[in-house]
């Protein structure tokens, strides 16, 4: 019987070190997650991919591959359960409850309790200052002081996690304009959107602050992004005329004022009372979707595994940035069709209603052109061969532009030139990962608007010598501009 017991006893000793073939339950296991781990890992390489064509399947098969991977990790703990039948239950009971839990969440937002997008903003650290305005549609929280690495506007638009490693600090006023300073009073105005307000620079790189430096006068920044021409003249008459300015300069973005417009229009058909009212309770359900907002946070946190894309990218071909990418943003794809030229039409009535505002008060009155950035890289950087960028094609608003201030007999710049000059020169005056100016496009147009002013003979300062891209400022029409060319004053054609 012993030496029964130890024949038995070494017999389970030899075949423990072996390895043990796989069972049923744990082929079953193993059946179920291969098949999710395949998909994540074509997921992951589909991802990494940077064209139109490959984003759109990322963003498709994301969202097919979340709930399939759940449902296979259920089907694996039941196969692994000693007690599949009650694992099931639980399995189902489980399912049952998180969908109710997610409906309930999901129908805070439809009854307008909750807005989600606040609410994973927060949880990443990101910033949200603006709030409702019954007359504007919205505009900046007042009094507000923020420092914190920001994510460009093409990392949000396609769910990158910001690249920018230095913090940016942003400071807005009493009124909830972006001036460090409060001013009761202003020599000059800026009027215009997030190009003027500054986006994706600090508060010391903005060009109202680099223009005040420049001319040692007083410098109010009334930019506000996300504003159109319509907003703009509200601010204009509101707020610009309240700091008794002696020059207006007033910015006109090509990339998406006239939109801008048209987005104020259908917000202006709601009543007061709602304008006025939280965001929760404004708008459609989409932007306040938990699901919309949920996927947005979780492509971040899954980034390293499934990184997003910019599909539209150029780089660059020659100069001391050579082999920069540039990304862009989707302004240029839009073709110029008849909604665009009846936006247009809009929009010079608006520029029509500010002049008057202005020439009633004598005050000067300057409008600016800001070109979008694929206008300005487009021949100095390398397209992808399968990139849409290609067949992109530019709006004729300049021209447009340039002929309404010489008819209207208003003072006006067109920047591209400028801008243009810059990169051909090896200069960087729009953030490569944002559609925006970089601290240098701030310095170089603040440069360009201070000898513009003094050409116009509306203002003396102290000139430095402009860089060999800058030269010399041309303006297009305007009253002063003739009476400066009849007196035999300096040129400025």
């Known amino acids: 019987m012993e030496s029964g017991y130890k024949e038995k006893l070494g017999t389970e000793s030899e075949t423990s070190g072996k390895p043990t073939p796989l069972t049923g339950r744990s082929l079953a296991v193993l059946l179920w997650l291969a098949p999710a781990a395949l998909l994540w890992t074509v997921l992951a390489f589909i991802a990494r991919i940077p064209t139109a064509g490959a984003v759109k399947i990322t963003n498709v098969l994301f969202v097919v591959t979340l709930p399939l991977t759940y449902l296979a990790i259920l089907a694996a703990a039941v196969c692994a359960s000693s007690r599949p039948r009650a694992a099931a239950v639980r399995a189902a009971a489980m399912t049952f409850g998180l969908i109710l839990a997610l409906g309930l969440l999901e129908l805070a937002a439809v009854v307008r309790l909750v807005h989600w997008q606040l609410v994973f903003m927060a949880l990443?650290?990101?910033?949200?200052?603006?709030?409702p305005d019954p007359d504007l549609g919205f505009r900046h929280a007042p009094s507000i002081r923020w420092s914190g690495r920001q994510r460009s506007d093409v990392e949000t638009a396609w769910g990158l996690p910001a690249s920018a490693s230095d913090p940016l600090t942003f400071t807005y006023d009493a009124h909830g304009f972006r001036n460090v300073t409060p001013l009761a009073r202003a020599d000059i105005v800026l009027i215009g959107d997030s190009y003027v307000e500054g986006q994706y620079v600090s508060d010391d790189q903005i060009v109202s602050r680099a223009l005040q430096t420049r001319l040692d006068r007083s410098v109010a920044?009334?930019?506000?992004?996300?504003?159109?021409?319509?907003?703009?003249?509200?601010?204009?008459?509101?707020?610009?005329?309240?700091?008794e300015p002696?020059?207006?300069?007033?910015?006109?973005?090509?990339?998406?004022?006239?939109?801008?417009?048209?987005?104020?229009?259908?917000?202006?058909?709601?009543?007061?009372?709602?304008r006025a009212s939280a965001w929760t309770e404004r708008g459609g359900w989409w932007p306040r979707s938990l699901m919309r907002n949920a996927h947005t946070h979780l492509r971040l946190l899954l980034y390293p595994i499934v990184p997003g894309?910019?599909?539209?990218?150029?780089?660059?071909?020659?100069?001391?940035?050579?082999?920069?990418?540039?990304?862009?943003g989707p302004e240029a794809s839009?073709?110029?069709?008849?909604?665009?030229?009846?936006?247009?039409?809009?929009?010079?009535?608006?520029?029509?209603?500010?002049?008057?505002?202005?020439?009633?008060?004598?005050?000067?009155?300057?409008?600016?052109?800001?070109?979008?950035?694929?206008?300005?890289?487009?021949?100095?950087?390398?397209?992808?061969?399968?990139?849409?960028?290609?067949?992109?094609t530019l709006w004729p608003l300049p021209d447009l532009f340039l002929q309404f201030c010489r008819t209207e007999r208003l003072a006006c710049?067109?920047?591209?030139?400028?801008?243009?000059?810059?990169?051909?020169?090896?200069?960087?005056p729009y953030a490569p990962a944002?559609?925006?100016?970089?601290?240098?496009?701030?310095?170089?147009?603040?440069?360009?608007?201070?000898?513009?002013?003094?050409?116009?003979?509306?203002?003396?300062?102290?000139?430095?010598?402009?860089?060999?891209?800058?030269g010399q400022p041309s303006v297009t029409g305007g009253r002063e501009h003739e009476e400066a060319r009849d007196n035999r004053r300096t040129p400025v054609e």
């Open 434 to 470: 944002d559609s925006h100016w970089s601290p240098a496009g701030h310095r170089l147009t603040a440069l360009w608007l201070a000898k513009t002013i003094e050409s116009l003979g509306w203002i003396s300062a102290r000139s430095a010598q402009p860089s060999r891209s800058a």
């Open 413 to 428: 710049v067109d920047l591209t030139g400028l801008l243009r000059g810059s990169v051909g020169d090896g200069g960087m």
């Open 124 to 131: 990443r650290g990101e910033e949200q200052h603006y709030v």
């Open 221 to 243: 920044n009334l930019g506000v992004a996300g504003y159109g021409t319509a907003q703009e003249l509200i601010v204009l008459e509101r707020d610009g005329m309240a700091l």
């Open 246 to 274: 002696n020059i207006v300069i007033w910015f006109f973005f090509e990339g998406n004022d006239l939109y801008d417009d048209q987005e104020f229009e259908n917000t202006l058909v709601a009543p007061r009372e709602v």
């Open 309 to 328: 894309q910019v599909p539209h990218f150029g780089t660059l071909a020659a100069g001391r940035h050579r082999g920069q990418r540039i990304l862009f």
């Open 334 to 392: 839009f073709p110029w069709k008849d909604f665009e030229r009846s936006r247009w039409e809009k929009a010079q009535e608006t520029f029509r209603e500010g002049a008057r505002v202005t020439q009633k008060r004598n005050i000067h009155l300057l409008l600016v052109y800001i070109p979008m950035k694929f206008r300005v890289y487009r021949d100095f950087v390398e397209l992808p061969t399968d990139s849409e960028a290609r067949d992109w």
